[in-house]
């Protein structure tokens, strides 16, 4: 039986109407032609849409949703990935001064028309839902506070190991954001409605730096990134999304004797820094270092329950399983990121409460925390993580607040800063701090 050969198109800049990519040349230079024979040309397109109808379908990038076709045609283009703008002076080899706004515009186009669909296992029902049961099946008196849903997206081995974890949580976040974010959708990766893979990703960070995102890290890439297996934090994150037009935020949650709100860039630059010597001639404690970083840790986990419920651990009208208008958090520590997905805080006979984040690790198969969940059996050693686990110098969340910022607040986006909470107690103090944040 002889073999049908798959025929790959591409659009008429011209007429916008599909042809075979071996004739599309032709037919756009016939628009062009001097005395052409418009007849010929028609029925030349004719006999081509005749092909088009019986030859077999070749893979194509997602369409794109009718409602966002509708969308695109009230609004300027430059809208879906903010103001057009050249980069500083200072960006680095790729991110030159001279960059036109054209030039980012065309390749902005080209993301969209070749961006693929990052691939993922989909959990029947959804992975949070899952883990919703499995929270309110535990014994026990314990509060829980869930993100609304997400998809879990796997590191894979064969791409190599440590540097995608940072994509993959990305990729979990706007996951949330093209869910559960109406606004957030519309504007996320041309309105495409789907999470793109990593190698699109990388493309539009490399935009976002040629716009004037955070040109200290553009520096420290060279302004290039795609293709390339560079490890990415929470800076980078919040730089593409801001792109977009997202009030991405960044907290830092710092147990060693910083001080201050401080810009931050590069790849988790904020890991590799040092704190000042010990000129005071008294040696260091090391029980008071331990309380410090009790405290520290202790901040963080409250700051995340606040984060997700909006109220404190021991609110008595707190259902047992709550689930949360907030998206997921990107959680970044020196040498890996995860996504915090929630919160438990379990009260003990003796009064003590034990806090747990609950996790959803990129080098976990999906596969198997959905099995773990379904058997209620095992899932806990793979979400749950105590205040006792934490124990890097340093953290890093970061998260997206509601809304699109407008053109004068996307140019105040491009300098990504960070909140420092450092060696705080007491839930009024933290309360305070949430709301700086916002």
Known sequence: MEETMEMEFGCCPICQFPFPIDQL??????????????????????????????????????????????????????????????????????????????????????II??????YFHKVEGGLLSLLKNCLEREPGNSRSVLSGCVDHFQSIASEGVG?????????????HLIMRRPEARDVLFGGCGFVPDIG????????????????????????????????????????L???FGLRARIVDFDSKQNEGSKHVHGPMDKFVTRTKA???????????????????????????????????????YQQRVAVSDKMPLYFQHNGHSRTIVGVQVKHQMDGMKQYNLLILDPSHA????????????????????????????????????????RETERER??????????????????ETLSVQVK
């Not at 028309?113 to 990052?118: H, I, L, M, N």
């Not at 540097?163 to 996951?175: D, H, P, V």
């Not at 901040?299 to 329950?305: A, E, G, H, P, R």
Request: charged share 25%.
């Open 200 to 239: 699109s990703l990388q493309r539009w960070l490399e935009v976002a730096w040629e716009k004037g995102f955070d040109v200290l890290g553009c520096d420290d890439f060279n302004g290039k990134i795609y293709g390339s297996n560079r490890w990415i934090g929470t800076t980078e994150c919040a730089a």
């Open 278 to 316: 010990n000129n005071s001639g008294k040696p260091n404690k090391s029980n008071d270092f331990s309380s410090r970083k009790s405290r520290s840790y202790q901040v963080l986990i409250d700051w995340v329950w606040t984060y997700f419920s909006g109220c404190k651990p021991n609110d008595p």
């Open 366 to 405: 999906t596969e198997a925390l959905e099995r773990s969940l379904r058997k209620n059996h095992g899932w806990q050693q793979m979400i749950k993580r105590g205040i006792y686990t934490l124990k890097k110098p340093q953290y890093q969340l970061c998260y997206v607040d509601p809304d699109i910022a």
């Open 113 to 118: 028309s070749s961006q693929s669909k990052a």
């Open 25 to 110: 040349n032709r037919h756009a230079d016939a628009h062009f032609e001097e005395g052409g024979d418009d007849d010929g040309v028609a029925r030349d397109d004719a006999e081509l849409a005749r092909q088009i109808a019986v030859a077999p379908p070749s893979p194509t990038p997602s369409p794109t949703p009718s409602h966002v076709n509708d969308f695109y045609a009230d609004v300027p283009f430059q809208f879906f990935v903010g103001e057009t703008s050249r980069p500083s002076a200072s960006c680095g080899h790729a991110c030159e001064v001279g960059v036109e706004a054209s030039q980012i515009d065309e390749k902005i186009r080209h």
């Open 163 to 175: 540097w995608t974890c940072g994509w993959r949580n990305i990729q979990m976040l706007t996951s």
């Open 241 to 243: 999304l801001r792109s």
């Open 413 to 430: 986006l491009k300098e990504v800063e960070q909140i420092l909470l450092q060696d705080l107690c007491g839930m009024d103090r933290l």
